[in-house]
Nanobody, 112 residues
C-alpha cells in the first residue's frame, strides 16, 4: 500500500520559516512527479509547488522566491522549505505523488 506521510507543520510567526517533509512508502519520489498543495478554510485545494521526475520545478506565483521544493532520493522524501511566511500561507498542506496518491496533510498556521 502506497503511503505519503507529511510532517513539519506548526505555528510560526510572520516572517518565520518551516520545512515540511513528505516520506513516501512503496513508491519512488524519484520516478514520479511530486507536489505540495494547500487548502485554506473555505477555499479550494491549490498547487503550491511541484517537482517532476526530471527535476524541473514550478511554483504558484504567490510563493515564488519564498518556497523551495526538493527531494532526497535516498530517503525517498520530498521537502518544502518555506521562508518569509505570511498569514495568508495558513492552510493544511498536502503531499501528492503522481495523479492519485495523497498524504493526510499537515497544518501550517502563520500568526503573531
Amino acid at each position: 500500500q502506497v503511503t505519503l506521510v507529511e510532517s513539519g507543520g506548526g505555528l510560526v510567526q510572520p516572517g518565520g520559516s518551516l520545512r515540511l517533509s513528505c516520506v513516501a512508502s512503496r513508491i519512488s519520489v524519484r520516478f514520479n512527479a511530486m507536489g505540495w498543495y494547500r487548502q485554506a478554510p473555505g477555499k479550494q485545494r491549490e498547487l503550491v509547488a511541484q517537482i517532476t521526475s526530471g527535476g524541473s520545478t514550478n511554483y504558484a506565483d504567490d510563493v515564488k522566491g519564498r518556497f523551495t521544493i526538493s527531494r532526497d532520493n535516498v530517503k525517498n522524501t520530498v521537502y518544502l522549505q518555506m521562508n518569509n511566511l505570511k498569514p495568508e500561507d495558513t492552510a493544511v498542506y498536502y503531499c501528492r505523488c503522481g495523479d492519485i496518491y495523497w498524504g493526510q496533510g499537515t497544518q501550517v498556521t502563520v500568526s503573531s
